[in-house]
C-alpha cells in the first residue's frame, strides 16, 4: 500500500496549500440539481429559494404567502409560486492506496495535494462529506479529526488484517531481499480496487483519486462510481518518468505493490510497445467514462497544481474556476 514519506510538518504544508487552492477552484458542482439537506445549492425539490422555478393551481390549506397576486391580478385565479430547493451536496471522496500512487516523491505529493483539494473544496462549498481511503477491496471511513490532524493512514495490524499477510511471510520476504532474491512471498492484494465495496450515498458526487494503472478494463470501476444516480469525477495523478520513461539497455524492475524483481532488457521497439499500450490503457478510460457521463482529468505530477489542473482538468470540467 502506499507508505506516506512525507514528514508531518509536510503535510500539514500540503493541506494549507490545498486550502488555499480551493479559494480559486472547486469541485465540478456548477449546472446540476442535487440532493441533500438544507444548503446553498440547487436542488430537486421545492423549497424557499429566493428564485421561483414554475406556478401551480391554489390548494386549501397553501401557505398564503406563496400566492402570486400578480398572476391574480391579471387571471382572478389563485397560483402559487413553486420556489427551488436550496440543498447541501453529497461529497463523498476515496484514495487509492495503491504503492503505485507514489512512484516518484513528485506523483506521493501530487495524490496527497489532489486528496485534501476535493476534501478543502467540499468543505468551502458546503458539501456534506464523507472520506474514504481504498486497498482493493478493502476501505477505510476517515473522520474529519483524522483528516485534519493528518493521522488517516491504516495501521500496519490493520492493513495485515485487510490483506492477509502473515508476519511469517513479512519475515520471509525480508528474508529473500537480505540475500538478494526475488521476493517470491508477498501476498498481494487485488490490484483492481473495488469501488463497489465503497458505501457511497445515493445522488453523490464521487471524487476518486487514483493512477488507475490496474489492470482489467475500466467498466466495473466507472459503473460503481456513477450507480445510485452518482456523478463521478476521477483525479489520475501521472509521473512524466512512467508516461515517458528512458529505458535502455538491461533493467532490473521492481514491482511497487509486492517488492518482485525482474531483470529486462529493454530495446527501442520494446520501449515504443510500453508507450503505446500507456496510451491505449488511458484512451479505454477516457472513452468509458464519456460513455457513463464521468469526468476524468489526468493530472502531471510535476509542477504547482494550479497549473496542472488548468492544463487539462479545467478543459475536461472536472474543476471549475471561482468568480
Known sequence: MLKLRLKPDEMLAIHTRMQA????LRLPLRGKVWRGQNGNWLG???GSSIDFQDHRPYIAGDDPRYIDWQAYARTGHYTMKLYREEVSPRVDVALDLSDSMALTPEKEARSLELFYFAIESALRTGASL???LILGDH???RTSEELFGHRWQPSPESIAAATGKAAAGADAAAGNRKRGAADTTAVKTSAYPKLASVPWRQGALRVFVSDLLFPG???PAVKALVAAKGRCV???PAAAEEADPDWNGNIKFVDCESDNHRD???DPGLLERYRQAYQRHFALWQETCRRYDAL???VPAEGPLLAALKADALAQGAVEMLN
Open 296 to 298: 476524468i482529468a489526468r
Open 264 to 266: 529486462q532488457r529493454v
Open 21 to 24: 487552492l480551493a479559494g480559486q
Open 217 to 219: 478494463a475500466p467498466d
Open 234 to 236: 476521477i483525479y489520475a
Open 139 to 141: 476501505v477505510w471511513r
Open 44 to 46: 430537486a425539490g421545492t
Open 130 to 132: 464523507n472520506a474514504f
